[in-house]
Nanobody, 126 residues
Framework: QVQLVESGGGLVQAGDSLRLSCALS????????MGWFRQAPGKEREFVAT????????KYGDSVKGRFTISRDNAKNTVYLQMNSLKPEDTALYYC???????????????????WGQGTQVTVSS
């Protein structure tokens, strides 16, 4: 059974940084694409970033480009989201997601992912 567990969320001030982690268990991490999404109250789930199984290819949502960096450590079965220059509008519940069997693709739609974590809350105060 595949499980994803996020950590690293918290309450920070505008301009601060946070690093989120997501650990996968139950299946080979090195063959899955990983993504981060977020959802604020009353809003739809929003694509944040995705990374290919090799870690070579990445894609970001327009609202986080230049501020967030996705990375992965296949030896630790973990994907990271480094978030810099945080803004109040980054406040949301952040989810990681996994999809297996895609080679060379960087899915940006939530429906394309097979497994989801429970989320970690990020709150940015002004």
């Amino acid at each position: 059974q595949v499980q994803l567990v996020e950590s690293g969320g918290g309450l920070v001030q505008a301009g601060d940084s946070l690093r989120l982690s997501c650990a996968l268990s139950g299946r080979s991490f090195s063959r899955c694409g990983m993504g981060w999404f977020r959802q604020a109250p009353g809003k739809e789930r929003e694509f944040v970033a995705t990374i290919s199984w090799s870690g070579v290819n990445t894609k970001y949502g327009d609202s986080v480009k230049g501020r967030f960096t996705i990375s992965r450590d296949n030896a630790k079965n973990t994907v990271y989201l480094q978030m810099n220059s945080l803004k109040p509008e980054d406040t949301a519940l952040y989810y990681c997601a996994a999809v297996f069997g895609l080679v060379g693709a960087l899915p940006v739609k939530a429906i394309e992912y097979e497994y989801w974590g429970q989320g970690t809350q990020v709150t940015v105060s002004s």
